[in-house]
């Protein structure tokens, strides 16, 4: 095992109504404990942190959802900050909305155990985030500096867009995470081939980390549909399918995976296919209408 190696888990968020923020910050605090002692790097879902929106909306409904998550911004991510540092572990606790120069971004932190963070934010809207909830794009894609290596962020929808993790694996990163908050069986199917998808076409490793369960209480999250799991290159050194690990549909519970760069460094050098080398770095040709004769 290369000494970068890095136990991960991965999280299947069940959705739970709170009575309080406190409440909501101790259920986190005791799912990053459970996970700390076997992972070293903890994912968790898109947009679980909203399951407390509705304890701290003034009235029913998305948008007072949306604006109740909003103005706890800072307290959310205190919480988050809290559960990182006292557990001593890496940790994407998922993403959050929060307002940025006038407009509302989805963002993703990465925390590290002395509790200083840096964000990713989500680049390409659903139609629920974009004609619903007026979510709007943030920052371009980014990597992240971690003791085992450079690591990407896609959120959910970002995922099925093959130059948002191509952007970050020509940037460096190995591993991408994957974050996601999807409301039916199709949605996550999406998700889930397109991280398997981005693994071979990369030749690099991504985890998936949804949201799971009915919550009707919640107009935000009132259907989750969803599995966690790691995924690979289809190739040498890699499972056959490419599944490193993978939970059941709507299973929740953590996920554990050690995985390491140079499992990636070898593949693109020894696979049966260099997907990775392959890519096109210039321009494709222009496409021409075929002529039948």
Known sequence: MDPRAVRLATLAWKVERHASLAAYAARLDALVAEAAPRADLLLMPEYASMELAPTLAAEPGEAAELVA?????????????????????????????????????????????????????????????????????????????????LVGISICYDSEFPKHVRTQVEAGAWLVLV????????????????????????????????????????????????????????????PDDGIIAEGALNAPGWVYAEIDAGMVETVRREGAVLNHRDWPRAPIEPVTRAVFS
């Open 69 to 149: 998550m909003v103005d706890a911004y800072d307290e959310v991510l205190a919480a988050m900050r809290a559960a990182a540092v006292r557990h001593k572990v890496w940790l994407q606790p998922g993403t959050l909305p929060m307002r940025s120069g006038g407009i509302i971004i989805n963002r993703a932190p990465l925390i590290r155990p002395d509790g200083s963070l840096a964000f990713q934010d989500k680049w390409q809207m659903t139609r629920f985030e974009n004609e619903r909830w007026g979510v709007s794009r943030g920052a371009s894609p980014r990597v992240f500096d971690t003791p085992w290596g």
């Open 179 to 238: 974050p996601t908050c999807t409301d039916s069986l199709a949605g996550f199917t999406r998700v889930a081939i397109s991280a398997r998808a981005r693994a071979i076409e990369n030749q690099c490793i991504l985890a998936v980390a949804p949201t799971v369960g009915s919550a009707p209480w919640s107009s935000a999250l009132d259907e989750n549909v969803g599995a966690a799991g790691v995924y690979g290159p289809a190739d040498r050194g890699f």
